[in-house]
């Protein structure tokens, strides 16, 4: 049994950090589940303390997710239209891996751009910048927060 739930741990913890840079994944929240569960079928491995320490950097992921993408299509112009072609584009891009999602970003940001608020070509490519840029700055956050998640994650396990 004990076997099962690390296995289940690892693809979950592996699902996790995939979902740092793939928009239908939820990243390092899934990450935590993970921890919970190996927390309540194996309670010796991880001290309560590690999983309040990746519970809390889960909630600082989702806020740097949020933080970044927002911030960065904002700061550029893009209006809610912009923002939602951003997310749209993000998740379609995910067949095309990695670039995929940036340039469906970018791509669903102008043409959001320029279907809802009608923006001129030039305004809307900025706001699709913006929407990139906000997006790739929030991938490298997520990226960085979930290796030290899964650090302290391994750490405790097997360190500590």
């Given at each position: 049994m004990e076997t099962i739930i690390w296995i289940l741990t690892a693809i979950l913890f592996l699902a996790g950090f995939a979902g740092t840079v793939i928009p239908a994944l939820p990243g390092p929240p899934l990450m935590l589940i993970a921890a919970v569960l190996h927390k309540i079928f194996l309670p010796t491995f991880l001290s309560w303390w590690t999983?309040?320490?990746l519970g809390l950097a889960a909630a600082l992921a989702v806020l740097v997710d949020l933080a970044c993408s927002l911030g960065g299509a904002k700061a550029m112009g893009?209006?809610?239209?912009?923002?939602?072609?951003?997310?749209?584009?993000?998740?379609?891009?995910?067949?095309?891996?990695?670039?995929?999602?940036?340039?469906?970003?970018?791509?669903g940001a102008i043409v959001l751009e320029l279907v809802g608020p009608r923006k001129t070509l030039a305004q809307a490519a900025k706001a699709g910048l913006g929407a990139g840029l906000g997006l790739l700055a929030s991938s490298i956050g997520r990226v960085l927060i979930a290796s030290g998640m899964l650090a302290l994650f391994l750490i405790d396990c097997f360190i500590i």
């Open positions: 999983l309040a320490a893009a209006s809610y239209w912009g923002v939602a072609g951003a997310g749209i584009g993000a998740v379609v891009g995910v067949v095309g891996g990695i670039p995929g999602v940036l340039a469906g970003a970018v791509i």
